[in-house]
């Protein structure tokens, strides 16, 4: 951890913070050696470097710390040069990750479309998706007629009421049957028209004894 290049001299001189020298006798600063990538040297007269723990990685010699995994990313061995990104359908929001399990699944209504991501994305209104861990907005499914979404990021779409009714697939609302119609069931995908001889004045009719 010491050298000393002169002659006469009283006292031995550390090598710096970044390089370290395992052996005794040096006789100048070249015998302090570079912290190899994937290492550090945080001390003064070190006689040794020090592996980058899971977590952290080090691209470069000579350094004095190791750089923590991104968002996104994770390290999962000891003397890392590199961080390895969160695969697609996965996420990561906070940095210094050690294990691939640091990576969390797309929840459901969301997907993750990118490697390395730090966030995930929501469903948009209309569709929805009920599986975890997808990778691709298609994953997202619309909503089928009778039935809509209303909001972002959902697992699963919802039946329209009776009295009424979506003819259309995607959507995001139900509409009210019509005057002269009623809806009778939930999830309908269509309204029912009153008979001869009958009318309805209201909308949003639930069954057929509202046609007078």
């Excluded at 061995?77 to 969160?86: D, F, G, K, L, V």
């Excluded at 697992?155 to 697939?169: E, K, L, V």
Aim: aromatic share 8%; net charge negative.
């Amino acid at each position: 951890g010491y050298y000393v290049d002169t002659n006469a001299s009283i006292s031995q001189t550390a090598c710096g913070l970044g390089t370290y020298n395992p052996v005794s006798g040096a006789d100048n600063a070249s015998a302090c050696l570079d912290a190899d990538p994937g290492h550090f040297v945080d001390t003064n007269a070190s006689a040794s470097q020090i592996a980058c723990s899971p977590g952290g990685y080090q691209p470069s010699t000579g350094q004095d710390s190791c750089i923590d995994a991104s968002p996104g990313y994770f390290v999962d061995t000891n003397a890392s040069i590199s961080q390895t990104p969160c695969w697609l359908g996965t996420y990561n929001p906070v940095s210094g990750a050690d294990s691939a399990s640091s990576c969390l699944e797309a929840d459901t209504g969301h997907y993750v479309d990118t490697n390395g991501s730090t966030t995930q994305s929501p469903c948009s209104q209309g569709t929805y998706n009920p599986y975890s861990g997808s990778n691709s907005s298609s994953s997202c499914l619309e909503a089928a007629p009778g039935f809509y979404v209303d909001g972002s990021g959902e697992a699963t779409q919802t039946p329209c009421q009776i009295g009424q009714y979506q003819p259309d697939s995607g959507m995001s609302w139900c509409g009210d049957a019509d005057p002269g119609h009623y809806v009778d069931t939930n999830a309908s995908a269509s309204q029912s028209p009153c008979g001869l001889g009958t009318y309805n004045p209201d909308s949003g009719s639930n069954n057929s004894s509202a046609c007078l």
